[in-house]
């Protein structure tokens, strides 16, 4: 390690306000496509795409042009909403185009905590109600609201109370849905759970035998108690899943939806959006939620850059064979099971004390995978949907490899 490596690592330490107590402190100084660089010059394939923000890899040049190309004529121009910006124009439309047409009002912040702060009082407001449900295990972000409904006690250590009238139900528990009543102002639900280590919605079959999801059974309990439906997709947007909007695979539409992660293409930039009825409650009376920053116009320039790559090179179309390709290799006796859609997959280890063996020892081969903040034996797999079927190969070909050395492995 160079003297300079040293002195900021002991600076970092010093100096930055830590949280995490397994932090790789990797010496990042450059990404490029699917890899990133640290000091020394060693290079890591990143399965992680920075936790589902990079889903068109490191340092895209229609990003970075974008965002060159927004600095040469403003950098901010006043708080939200008063003053037209044109980049955010431009990217509310694109978006929007992609949804179904109830869903045709965005509002730009910017982060997913945030997002999740004006859907909880967009919700509230819109429906006259004040209960909140969502799940157990669920990560919301860290602000207070969104802290209040994600579904973990180690995060809220000590600093309650929190927000009131929350509950929290169980994930994939249809028994559960009937404490959503005429009370409850808004439902919120990740479609895919990312901090729990990913789990899917299951499938039900019904008294007619057809068979329903879980993000469909709560659609139709949230229409008949007159729920307002919300998906955080921070994680699972911006095609994760293989699709542009996780929810697309499971035929429910939500009346809030909430974007963050990927949408900024690495620049800080999250949405909530809705029905432009529901989001009028802003107005009345105004200034619902205010943000200096959000929506920012080099954030949203670099959305849009994102947005058009992902179409432009039809990325979504490739996802599900490059799962395949995870799936077929991924297979050893160390592995309990591969949960996930599209390339937001969790792979499941038997030995939860092998987790972070196995996470370093990727590293030192050159290859990112990362936890989960709620899963003990869950190790994330979150390529780049840029990633190439050959890059696919060698960081699963790393992973057997370290597979292999989990002690006991015979
Ligand atoms: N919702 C979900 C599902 C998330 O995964 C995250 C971030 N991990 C958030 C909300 C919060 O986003 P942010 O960190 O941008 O506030």
């Not at 619902?288 to 432009?312: K, R």
């Not at 196995?358 to 034996?377: M, P, V």
């Amino acid at each position: 390690m160079s003297d300079k490596s040293r002195k900021l690592k002991s600076d970092f330490l010093k100096y930055i306000g830590q949280t995490s107590v397994n932090a790789p402190l990797l010496d990042m100084v450059k990404g490029s496509g699917s890899f990133i660089y640290d000091r020394s010059g060693k290079r890591y394939l990143d399965f992680t795409s920075g936790i589902a923000v990079n889903n068109i890899g490191h340092g895209n040049n229609k990003v970075i042009t974008a965002i060159k190309k927004q600095t040469g004529k403003y950098l901010h121009a006043n708080v939200y909403g008063e003053f037209i910006v044109e980049p955010q124009v431009i990217l509310a439309r694109h978006i929007t185009s992609l949804l179904p047409s109830q869903l045709n009002c965005v509002y730009f912040v910017n982060s997913g905590s945030e997002a999740i702060e004006g859907a909880i009082k967009l919700a509230r407001r819109a429906t006259g109600r004040k209960e909140i449900i969502s799940f157990r295990n669920s990560y919301h972000g860290s602000t207070f609201g969104a802290l209040s409904i994600s579904g973990n006690d180690m995060l809220k250590t000590g600093m309650g109370p929190l927000a009131g009238n929350i509950r929290h139900i169980r994930f994939n528990c249809p028994a559960d849905l009937i404490k959503i009543t005429e009370k409850t102002a808004a439902l919120f639900v990740e479609p895919v759970q990312g901090e729990a280590g990913v789990v899917v919605p299951d499938e039900y079959t019904g008294s007619n035998l057809r068979k329903k999801n879980f993000l469909q059974l709560l659609r139709e309990r949230c229409n008949d108690t007159g729920a307002l439906l919300v998906f955080d997709e921070a994680q699972t947007g911006i095609g994760r899943t293989g699709r542009m909007f996780a929810f697309e695979h499971y035929g429910a539409v939500p009346d809030i939806l909430c974007l963050a992660k990927a949408v900024g293409g690495g620049m800080p930039l999250a949405a909530f959006i809705a029905g432009r009825k529901i989001m009028k409650c802003l107005s009345d009376p105004p200034f619902g939620h205010i943000t200096t920053f959000g929506g920012n116009p080099l954030s949203c320039a670099a959305g849009s850059a994102v947005l058009n790559t992902i179409m432009d090179k039809k990325l979504l179309a490739g996802i599900a064979r490059k799962e395949k390709i995870i799936r077929r290799i991924l297979v050893h006796p160390q592995i309990r099971r591969i949960r996930g859609v599209g390339l937001m997959l969790a792979l499941v280890l038997k030995k939860p004390a092998a987790l972070h063996f196995f996470i370093r020892k990727c590293r030192e081969e050159g290859l990112i995978t990362d936890y989960f903040l709620f899963s003990e034996n869950a190790v994330r797999i979150y390529p780049p949907l840029t990633v190439t079927d050959s890059e696919i190969i060698s960081g699963s070909k790393i992973i057997m490899k370290v597979l292999d050395k989990i002690e006991g492995n015979n």
